[in-house]
């Protein structure tokens, strides 16, 4: 059972444009949402992270946006870059005595120039 | 500052061997935890190190061990491999138990 679901599967995006990646849970235990960055070849990289008490973070070009009511959380990046061009995985963590992320299947985005 | 390194990059084994794999956490990191990603999918918590201990596992079965050092450096070993079993294996550190992780680069493992 997949505790995280994320969509889209794939995402391409014009350069300079806004890419919108959106994920929910069910679990109400999550206690920290994290997005994480792969390049293929790396391991993930972390990007921003977000609590449940706050409904925006803003970090750069990257925004978590998170819906506590709805149980649902996306990440926008504005001016979409080539460089961007990676998989995005969102995450949530359940604390129970161990820092167990939960991770959604990433979405792969490419940015066209 | 090195990050959370691991070793080896590329590993391949046939089914019903064994394999350790290596992990060096990020400096001033005590806590490890081992990922499994299999192609195409996000990572699955396999287990983590604190205190030269196993604090949490994920669903994973007995066939998956590991150590942690006294260094806070960690392995992990699987016995009798499956073909399922090939993947990327991913060590991530943190500060602490609760703190983020950062991830290393990860160990290919192909089982044949």
């Known amino acids: 059972q997949q505790q995280v679901k994320q969509s889209p599967q794939s995402l391409i995006v014009q350069k300079g444009g806004i890419s919108i990646i959106n994920c929910a849970y069910e679990n109400t235990a999550f206690d920290y949402f994290p997005w994480y960055q792969q390049f293929p070849g790396k391991g993930p990289a972390l990007l921003i992270a977000i609590r449940p008490d706050v409904s925006e973070k803003k970090e750069g070009r990257f925004t978590i946006s998170f819906n506590k009511s709805a149980k649902q959380f996306s990440l926008h990046i504005m001016d979409s870059q080539p460089g961007d061009s990676a998989t995005y995985f969102c995450a949530a963590r359940m604390w129970t005595g161990a820092n167990n992320l939960f991770f959604g299947t990433g979405t792969r985005l490419t940015v066209i120039p | 500052d090195a990050g959370v390194t691991q070793s080896p990059t590329h590993l391949i084994k046939t089914r019903g061997q064994q394999v350790t794999l290596r992990c060096s956490p990020k400096s001033g990191h005590d806590t490890v935890s081992w990922y499994q990603q299999a192609l195409g999918q996000g990572p699955q918590f396999i287990f983590q190190y604190y205190e030269e201990e196993e604090r949490q596992r994920g669903n994973f079965p007995d066939r998956f061990s590991g150590h942690q050092f006294p260094n806070y450096s960690s392995e992990l070993n699987v016995n009798a491999l499956l073909l399922g079993d090939s993947a990327l294996y991913l060590c991530?550190?943190?500060?602490?138990?609760?703190?983020?992780?950062?991830f290393g680069p990860g160990t290919r493992l192909t089982v044949l």
């Open positions: 991530a550190s943190s500060l602490t138990p609760t703190d983020t992780q950062y």
